[in-house]
């Protein structure tokens, strides 16, 4: 028998795609639901142990002394410009700086204080425009500052928090910026509806037209005659894509929607997960966190009790703790973390805000489809991912923080 050798050729490199895919056959399901994808996974995800991707740490920022522009209060969130620069906010400075792509320390951008281009306390997010222009919220001072690439101050926009709370803002990997309004409750005059949008914000500061509606979260309520904070009560989380598809679900269960920019919905994807009640103890270590965090900041002893009053706590912890899109347009899903399961030494060093979320994160391909888990470094928690980058606020054992860039390795 003659061997033909094209033939024999085309087998063997069949052969080979087949031996090197690898990879579990996914087993969930997909179906249609009047017109909408339904994606329903099984807790196992397509990964194989060689296939999943890992994270490689490609820089550090930070320091605990020396150079005051390598160290940081309290880190807010992270912005990143065309030529890889960072932007880091550092709510307790109060002001921005400025990295390269290196993690040298190139400059800083505001200062304290009212005047132009100064921030109010409290400004945590940085917004990069096209162009790299930069804005800064600062709700203090009810505006929104802008600064040229270079950090020189541009002019401020007016932001009318009467007409609503930024929440939440969000820019996509290309520059589209989007906020997250809530209605605000004021005296003598009618109650909001419960409702938050999402709208897309100019690169002038102002805002544009809204491309969703959302029901308002309750771990935060300012509507009453004392404020209330219900923790681990049911909250919508979201993210916008480069398309402006917008992914939108409530944290109580483990579903996830997929809208189009005129918010209809078009999938919708789920996976299994077991609901984990709060208890006693949860409650006690979560108070303990509060009272520490409380004290630092200068809150007597004595009024402990009566802030303890205005903390509630729902019946069951969260399905997910936050969501984003990420490399390749998988979507990366952040699992809960729970206080019980940490060792008394790693409770000593707990940050509810930062930790709430566990460093295992769920990552979906663009259609849904479970892959398998991505673990982050402990005490790291991600403020933007961009491309293979991570960029996130990482913390030692003496609550120093830190400013890292992670680089995504696929298996």
Known sequence: MRLN??????LLSLALVAACSGGSQWTGTVTDSAGVTIVTNTAEGTWTEAERWTLEEEIR???????????????????VDSK???????????QIKVYSVDGGFLRTIGRPGAGPGELGPGAAFVLLAPGDTLLVPDIQNRRINRYAPDGTNLESVPLEVEKGIPMQYNVTPTGTMTVQVRPLALPDRPVPDSVDAIVILQPSGTFADT??????????????????????????????????????????DYRIGMYDR????????????????????????????LDRAWTDAGVPPAVLPQLHNIVHFGEFYPAFSSFQTGYRG?????????????????MEQFNLIEESGSPDWDVFDGDGKYLGVVTMPSRF????????????????????QYVMRLRIVEG
């Open 5 to 10: 050798t094209k033939a024999f050729g085309v």
């Open 381 to 400: 928690q991600p403020r933007i991912l961009l491309g293979d980058k991570i960029y996130g606020v990482w913390r030692d054992e003496l609550d120093v």
């Open 330 to 346: 998988t979507i990366w899903v952040q699992q809960i973390q729970l206080p019980t399961d940490l060792t008394d030494e790693e």
């Open 61 to 79: 920022i930070g320091s605990v002394e020396g150079d005051l522009n390598y160290q940081f209060g309290q880190v807010g969130t992270i912005g």
């Open 262 to 289: 005129d918010g209809s919905l078009e999938r919708v994807f789920s996976k299994p997960f077991e609901q984990t009640q709060v208890g006693d103890r949860d409650k006690e270590l979560i108070f303990s966190f």
């Open 84 to 94: 890889g620069a960072l932007y880091v906010s550092d709510i307790q400075a109060q």
């Open 211 to 252: 491309i969703f509606k959302l029901p308002s979260g309750g771990t935060i309520n300012l509507g009453g005659s004392t404020p209330e904070l219900n923790l681990f009560s049911p909250e919508p989380l979201w993210d916008v894509t480069d398309s402006l598809t917008v992914l939108y679900g409530m944290n109580n």
